[in-house]
């Protein structure tokens, strides 16, 4: 099986689907899948079309869908919707991190609809295909012969909380680690967990949510992490290699190609 790669498109449809064009992804006439490693929306202004374009490749079941850390936050951000609008959306964290924005595109409602109108959206934001179609197929993580694909990296032993954890510890067994701890580890920087020593043996892990630039900036000491010098082409290391471009600033979305 052939598979095209990419993470946190952030719902940045054209960006998406240019950078397949480029790579064949529409002309392949082998057995092919495309691999999201989480984060699909939230940060671009595309929302309709890229759950459009997620859709139609889940029916032709051309589409392996990884959770990432803002399909966790869609989901929490439904669930205490009524709190959110209460206090003020704009003082939300779903504000800043995109939440928000996601559901007034895929409503068609503004914030002022939300507060007026909430529980007409909450019923629209719970019922959309995002919501009832998409996030329920999305797996922890998936595995080939030679790779696995997350969105922040495998659950670790770690020191800090999520985001912020700095020392990683490798667990033989975290595969059997419990949703929690697999919601967890979809914050980590993987870039960081790998070059302190947690890799799977005899597999490369794919991973999405940390921009590469952080790798080649403080690892390769190449470049800065944001800004004209930035370098946000995947980051190839030991035992990982990381695709998030941080789209809203490079303009681009990574994807790579496994035959596995």
Known sequence: MRYYVVADPHGHYTYLVEELREKGFFEDAEPHKLIICGDIFDRGNE?????????DLMKKDQIILIRGNHEDLAIEFIKNAWRYIQ????????????TVDTFCQLIDMNLYDMAIFTSKAVDLMENTPYIK????????YYETSNYIFVHGWIPCKASGFG????????????????????ELARWYNGILAASQGVIEPNKTIVCGHWHCSYGHSKLEHKGYEFGENAN????????????????IESRKINCIIIND
Not at 237 to 245: F, P, W
């Open 47 to 55: 929302a309709k079309k890229i759950q459009e374009f997620v859709l």
């Open 133 to 140: 179609n998409i996030i329920p197929t999305m797996v922890d």
């Open 163 to 182: 985001g912020q954890a700095s020392n990683f510890e490798y667990d033989k067994e975290w595969r059997k680690a419990s949703p929690e701890e697999f």
């Open 232 to 247: 946000f082409s995947p980051y190839k290391g030991k035992g990982i290699i990381a695709l998030d471009a941080c789209t």
């Open 87 to 98: 206090w003020g959306l704009k003082s939300s964290h779903h504000y800043s991190n995109g």
